[in-house]
C-alpha cells in the first residue's frame, strides 16, 4: 500500500473515490491505493460469496458484500474488505458505505498481509456490531477466525486442511476445501 503523503480530509477522500477508476483505502487523514489482487486471491474471495450467498437464499435481512463497498468507523477509515455481512438496517441507507457489519473476511496478500493482521484488525475492533474476522491464506488451506466474546475480547481459531470451518456470526459451515476449490497451487 502507497500512501499519498499529505493529510486528506474525509469529504476530500469521498470526493476522489467518487471520481476515481482506482479504490483507494482511508485511514486517520491518508489515503492509500489499493493494488490488484491475484487469480487465487479473487477465487477464494468468489468461492466465499458463493458459500454466502448459498447459506442466506431469499428472502433474508443480511446483505453480503465483496471489495466494492467500504466499512467506516466514524471518520477515522474508510476500507474495502475483500468480503463482510451486514444484517443491520440502517446499513442499507447508504449504497456506498456500511458501519455495521457483523463479519468482516481478508484474504492475504503478501503486500497486505502485516497490515490486515495487525493495525486494521486494531481498527476494525472498535466496530461494535463486528463479531468475527476472518483471515484467509491464498498460499496453503489455512483460515484464521477472531471472535469476539461476550466479555469484548477475542479468541483465535485456526483452521487448516481436512477442517470444517464455522462462521458463528452468520450461522454458516463449510469444508476449507470449498473456499480452495479451483485455486492454483
Known sequence: MIAV???????????IERHSQTRHE????????MAGGSDNHERIAFNLLKLIDDHFGDPSDCRFHSGNVKVAYDDEFYYYPDA?????PRDRSDRYIKRYPKLIVEVLSPSTQAFDVGDKFQDYQKL????E??????DSEQVECRR????????????????????????LEFAISALYRGVDG
Not at 463482510?84 to 443491520?88: E, G, S
Not at 461494535?128 to 463479531?131: G, I, N, R, T, V
Not at 474476522?133 to 491464498?138: A, D, H, P, V
Open 26 to 33: 482511508y485511514r486517520r487523514g491518508l489515503v492509500y491505493a
Open 148 to 171: 469476539r466474546t461476550p466479555t469484548n475480547t477475542w479468541t483465535t481459531t485456526v483452521y487448516g486442511k481436512g477442517d470444517r470451518i464455522a462462521l458463528d456470526s452468520i450461522g
Open 5 to 15: 503523503p499529505n493529510f486528506v480530509s474525509v469529504d476530500e477522500y469521498l470526493e
Open 84 to 88: 463482510f455481512v451486514t444484517c443491520d
Open 128 to 131: 461494535d456490531s463486528l463479531e
Open 133 to 138: 474476522y476472518i483471515l484467509i491464506s491464498q
